[in-house]
């Protein structure tokens, strides 16, 4: 059992093996706490109107200079200088630069681009269905929830097909290179080589524009003439990769796994195929890939049930207990795709809520609805207990998910 008289690790197999339990003693008993991911400690906040008020809180910053006055970078290993571009992220960022930052972005995201995104996710998901095999073995992630928004953050930015390969290596090295010893690697050598292709693929996009919303980045301008920045789209393009590809596979992959512990709601959800959208915010709720958000720093000393957390300290709330407190949703533990009301903080909360939420759950919407039509007949294939998570602190994702298919697929 946890011990939770001592800081918790966020990574150990001792808390990720029994999370949601876990999760729920800490919400109850501990619902301030210490914990710690490898060697950085840092203060958890569990309960809903907790986490909430965290977000909102002025007196958290996401930018650490302002509250400590040191190191903008959250990690104490050497940063290359070309990896400090990565600090000028609006996740990073407070107001009022992170308001000029967020307004240029959503001029880029018209609903007339997302538009066309999404009649390409529907696209796409037909065309992985048609390869995969009718009676048989597939692996969710890797065959399908993964090569999803791999080809829609490339038609976001404009990638041509040539470059693929080198895009794929660049979301590898973002999304799985900051696990274990592989880290000071991927700082020292692979993150440099990603944030070159990054921006590489701006100036080639600034010279050839396109109809992408890479391009809508590069043109936006507020009210008074500004712009982003070369090293601010560079940030940019890195966010959209980290953001849009992790969120999106999971949440799909999630999804399906937690629709098929739930054969009631899967059954649900076949006959009605419009309560998909509902279904979506309920995984979030219930099993969302996002965890925690990006670490807040308290720029003063706060009093919080109790507990102290000094100045200068990050802060992480803790979504997966947020969303089972039994103060905020009826019957948390229930997972009901027809949830209503669902205020769930699967994709935050406050200013920093995030920007790509609706690109996200329509990729998750429609992908999902499009493999169970096509498939009558689907089951893991593998036993549940063997499905462990990533330790990835923040994250609940699995690195892989064995489906089997048993009956012919629907006619397309």
Not at 68 to 96: A, H, Y
Not at 120 to 140: K, Q, S, V
Not at 196 to 210: I, N, S, W
Not at 247 to 254: A, F, K, R, Y
Request: charged share 25%; aromatic share 6%; with cysteine.
């Amino acid at each position: 059992m946890l011990n939770l008289d001592k800081p918790i690790d966020l990574v150990s197999a001792e808390y990720l093996d029994n999370l949601w339990d876990n999760l729920e003693r800490i919400r109850e008993e501990r619902p301030v706490h210490q914990a710690k991911i490898s060697v950085i400690k840092v203060y958890t906040v569990a309960r809903y109107s907790d986490c909430q008020d965290i977000l909102k809180d002025p007196r958290v910053v996401r930018n650490r200079t302002t509250a400590t006055g040191g190191s903008r970078f959250p990690v104490p290993m050497p940063i290359p200088k070309s990896v400090r571009v990565l600090m000028e992220s609006m996740i990073q960022e407070d107001d009022p630069n992170h308001r000029r930052l967020r307004g240029l972005v959503r001029r880029a995201f018209r609903p007339q681009a997302i538009a066309r995104i999404e009649e390409r996710i529907t696209a796409y998901a037909d065309e992985l269905l048609d390869a995969l095999p009718a009676n048989g073995r597939f692996d969710l992630q890797s065959q399908y929830a993964l090569p999803i928004p791999v080809r829609m953050i490339g038609d976001m930015v404009g990638i041509e097909q040539s470059a693929v390969p080198e895009f794929r290596k660049v979301i590898e090295t973002v999304t799985d290179g900051f696990s274990g010893l592989r880290a000071l690697r991927t700082m020292i050598f692979d993150l440099p080589r990603a944030v070159g292709f990054a921006r590489e693929l701006v100036r080639e996009k600034q010279d050839h524009p396109g109809d992408d919303i890479l391009t809508g980045l590069i043109e936006a301008r507020d009210e008074d003439g500004d712009r982003l920045t070369e090293d601010e789209l560079v940030a940019m393009v890195m966010l959209l990769i980290v953001a849009g590809f992790e969120t999106t596979v999971h949440l799909i992959s999630n999804g399906v796994l937690t629709l098929l512990q739930h054969p009631e709601q899967l059954e649900r959800l076949r006959a009605d195929p419009n309560l998909v959208t509902s279904a979506v915010e309920e995984i979030l709720r219930h099993r969302g890939p996002i965890q925690s958000t990006k670490p807040g720093f308290a720029t003063e000393d706060i009093e919080l049930r109790g507990v102290t957390i000094p100045k200068g300290k990050p802060i992480m709330p803790l979504f997966g207990a947020a969303n089972h407190d039994p103060r905020a949703f009826d019957n948390p533990q229930t997972f009901d795709i027809a949830r209503d009301p669902n205020r769930h903080l699967g994709f935050g909360h406050g200013v920093h809520f995030c920007l790509g939420a609706h690109l996200a759950r329509a990729e998750a919407r429609i992908a999902i609805n499009a493999l169970l039509a096509r498939f009558p007949d689907i089951a893991l294939d593998v036993d549940p207990s063997a499905l462990k998570p990533s330790a990835m602190p923040g994250w609940h994702r699995y690195p892989s998910m064995p489906l089997r298919v048993g009956r012919l697929r629907a006619a397309a």
